[in-house]
């Protein structure tokens, strides 16, 4: 459970509580119904993290929307994009071990987090990711319709190791995953994918091991 879950449910079960003494019992049963939304919505399950070699998880439970190529500074990426509805799980996890080199909060609109320009335009977090064997790996938090507010409990120097949990986007959000455009795809448009479990893409061994 993450406890902002807990500080909200606890503030609404105070005012049906006030709701209850001061004006109608019945109408105390809204703040309470609330109260047990958040206590759900801020659900934070225990998965399992694949082992595989070179794996890179699913940073956020979802249905991938895209997985394109783009060019990031002249080069050819593959990006893999995520939609989280209000009904998912909304912590996030790193989707590979390594060390994050830079993380960048950029101000922006609230978009419909499926409409493509959302990756540029929307609120972010952008975290650069350098594995264990040497890719750079990028992972965005996109706000969206719904949401107002990203987590990132990390910063720039910290180690991280595949599947740890790394920040929160509350209500609806995207999170995209940009990977170099040798890592092996392993989902497609319309998957459903589970944050820190699933697995998105296999990275190829570093030179040298092949």
Known sequence: MVRDGIYYALALVAVAVLI???ASPPLALVPLLLAAFFLWFFRDPERVIPSERGAVVSPADGKVTGVTTIQVDGE???????FLNVFNVHVNRSPAAGLIT?????????????NPASAEMNEQNICTLITDDGYSIVFKQIAGLLARRIVFSRKAGDRVVRGERIGLIKFGSRCD????VSAEVRVQVGNIVKCGSSTLAILPPAQGEL
Do not use: Q
């Not at 050819?76 to 995520?82: A, G, H, Q, V």
């Not at 101000?107 to 499926?114: D, P």
């Not at 995953?177 to 170099?180: D, F, W």
């Open 177 to 180: 995953v940009i990977l170099p």
């Open 20 to 22: 209850g003494m001061w």
């Open 76 to 82: 050819p990426r593959t990006s893999i994009s995520i």
């Open 102 to 114: 830079a993380v960048e909060y950029r101000h922006g609109k609230y978009l419909n987090a499926m």
